[in-house]
């Protein structure tokens, strides 16, 4: 069958790295990926199913593995050669429709008992990714056994898909895994009802964001980040109360939080940080860049929740400190705690607001598996080029022939 797979080679990585320094997405051109002949993965217990992806989605994480741009933090937590993919919606050898929840957690891996954040539900945080019955991996797409979904087929524990209702669009449903990470996101913000929350970022992450804090707390202020007209539009539709250019942050929030400016040189008037500032930011970014602007424009004792996956980053920790501003990262899904005090699937929750927000329209573009290069340079130019979420189609008759 065809699959992208992703090999460790050192001089390949580093060329790849380079390439996509000057042009992003290019990594995959001169690095350790290619589109392979390779073997339908074996199933390794009566729990598993082959599932045939219909769209397969291109997540910044997957970028910057290609980019060369990843932290070395994964390595011990992956397992060569693998198949990128996490995004997925397929179908099952019976012809039902699934998405898939990417996590490997203990219960995929027939680890008994399970560890004490697999059995509170939150699969998410696992600590048995490198062990149990198939190889490292903290996903899907980053585990050699299972494949993932960039491909024609790959492998998956029962327990990590999830129905499709009929009605519901493959491009809607491609969407619920991403979504999942915004609700995940929005719900570990414990923002106050007439709280304000700033998002750092328009990209996937950052709408999906912003749709489920309009979602999940309809009164809360909502200031966004937005570089590019299609990302400014869509941010405002989704629930932004002001969406503004980044140089525009710190007057913005100092304006919107009568908060007073602190500028290390009075000559030019330019804000360094404010005395107040917003109650949560959410960085959907993850660069040294964007943590700056967070610490300097969340209030004393506020909150920054880091969504965007951050890699090596230099960063001035003394507001942290000074301001004794909470930094925690919101990494995947599992069990949710909502405002009434009941409980919820993060999945569930994601495609219930899929489907009402209409988040299908997030969908910008697709490309067969063997246009691979042509889309993840698309997926890394996609704010430029007027785009959301790029995406792999394997739907056509042609694609699954090669199964």
């Given at each position: 069958?065809?699959?992208?797979?992703?090999?460790?080679?050192?001089?390949?990585?580093?060329?790849?790295?380079?390439?996509?320094?000057?042009?992003?997405?290019?990594?995959?051109?001169?690095?350790?990926?290619?589109?392979?002949?390779?073997?339908?993965?074996?199933?390794?217990?009566?729990?598993?199913?082959?599932?045939?992806?219909?769209?397969?989605?291109?997540?910044?994480?997957?970028?910057?593995?290609?980019?060369?741009?990843?932290?070395?933090?994964?390595?011990?937590?992956?397992?060569?050669?693998?198949?990128?993919g996490h995004e997925v919606v397929g179908d099952l050898q019976d012809g039902t429709r699934v998405v898939l929840e990417p996590v490997l957690g203990c219960i995929s891996r027939n680890?008994?008992?399970?560890?004490?954040?697999?059995?509170?539900?939150?699969?998410?945080?696992?600590?048995?990714?490198?062990?149990?019955?198939?190889?490292?991996?903290?996903?899907?797409?980053?585990?050699?056994?299972?494949?993932?979904?960039?491909?024609?087929?790959?492998?998956?524990?029962?327990?990590?898909?999830?129905?499709?209702?009929?009605?519901?669009?493959?491009?809607?449903?491609?969407?619920?895994?991403?979504?999942?990470?915004?609700?995940?996101?929005?719900?570990?913000?414990?923002?106050?009802?007439?709280?304000?929350?700033?998002?750092?970022?328009?990209?996937?992450?950052?709408?999906?964001?912003?749709?489920?804090?309009?979602?999940?707390?309809?009164?809360?202020?909502?200031?966004?980040?937005?570089?590019?007209?299609?990302?400014?539009?869509?941010?405002?539709?989704?629930?932004?109360?002001?969406?503004?250019?980044?140089?525009?942050?710190?007057?913005?929030?100092?304006?919107?939080?009568?908060?007073?400016?602190?500028?290390?040189?009075?000559?030019?008037?330019?804000?360094?940080?404010?005395?107040?500032?917003?109650?949560?930011?959410?960085?959907?970014?993850?660069?040294?860049?964007?943590?700056?602007?967070?610490?300097?424009?969340?209030?004393?004792?506020?909150?920054?929740?880091?969504?965007?996956?951050?890699?090596?980053?230099?960063?001035?920790?003394?507001?942290?400190?000074?301001?004794?501003?909470?930094?925690?990262?919101?990494?995947?899904?599992?069990?949710?705690?909502?405002?009434?005090?009941?409980?919820?699937?993060?999945?569930?929750?994601?495609?219930?607001?899929?489907?009402?927000?209409?988040?299908?329209?997030?969908?910008?573009?697709?490309?067969?598996?063997?246009?691979?290069?042509?889309?993840?340079?698309?997926?890394?130019?996609?704010?430029?080029?007027?785009?959301?979420?790029?995406?792999?189609?394997?739907?056509?008759?042609?694609?699954?022939?090669?199964?």
């Open positions: 069958m065809k699959a992208l797979e992703f090999r460790r080679n050192i001089p390949r990585y580093a060329a790849a790295r380079l390439a996509g320094s000057f042009t992003p997405g290019r990594g995959s051109s001169v690095g350790p990926m290619r589109l392979v002949d390779a073997d339908l993965p074996e199933l390794p217990n009566q729990d598993w199913e082959i599932v045939k992806p219909r769209l397969s989605g291109i997540c910044g994480s997957d970028l910057a593995t290609i980019d060369g741009k990843s932290a070395r933090y994964f390595e011990p937590l992956i397992s060569f050669p693998f198949t990128p680890i008994d008992p399970p560890c004490a954040s697999c059995a509170s539900g939150q699969i998410g945080n696992c600590e048995h990714t490198n062990f149990g019955e198939i190889s490292p991996g903290i996903q899907t797409g980053s585990c050699h056994d299972t494949g993932g979904g960039w491909s024609v087929a790959f492998a998956a524990h029962k327990s990590q898909l999830h129905p499709v209702k009929k009605d519901l669009s493959d491009e809607a449903a491609v969407m619920i895994e991403p979504t999942a990470c915004g609700v995940h996101a929005a719900l570990n913000t414990g923002v106050t009802p007439e709280g304000t929350v700033t998002v750092l970022g328009s990209g996937t992450l950052g709408l999906v964001t912003i749709s489920a804090l309009r979602f999940h707390f309809p009164t809360i202020t909502i200031i966004a980040t937005a570089r590019y007209p299609h990302q400014k539009s869509l941010a405002a539709d989704l629930g932004a109360d002001f969406v503004i250019a980044p140089d525009e942050l710190k007057r913005t929030v100092r304006r919107m939080t009568k908060s007073k400016a602190i500028s290390l040189s009075s000559k030019d008037g330019s804000v360094d940080r404010l005395t107040g500032g917003s109650d949560v930011v959410v960085d959907c970014v993850g660069s040294s860049e964007s943590l700056t602007d967070a610490l300097a424009v969340t209030r004393p004792r506020g909150k920054i929740v880091l969504v965007g996956m951050p890699s090596s980053v230099n960063l001035e920790l003394t507001p942290l400190w000074h301001r004794e501003i909470q930094l925690v990262g919101a990494y995947t899904y599992g069990l949710e705690t909502l405002a009434d005090g009941s409980t919820a699937r993060t999945f569930d929750l994601a495609a219930n607001l899929v489907e009402s927000a209409e988040l299908d329209r997030l969908v910008s573009a697709v490309y067969p598996l063997n246009r691979y290069q042509d889309a993840l340079e698309h997926a890394a130019a996609a704010g430029r080029r007027g785009a959301v979420k790029v995406a792999f189609d394997l739907r056509s008759e042609k694609e699954r022939d090669l199964l």
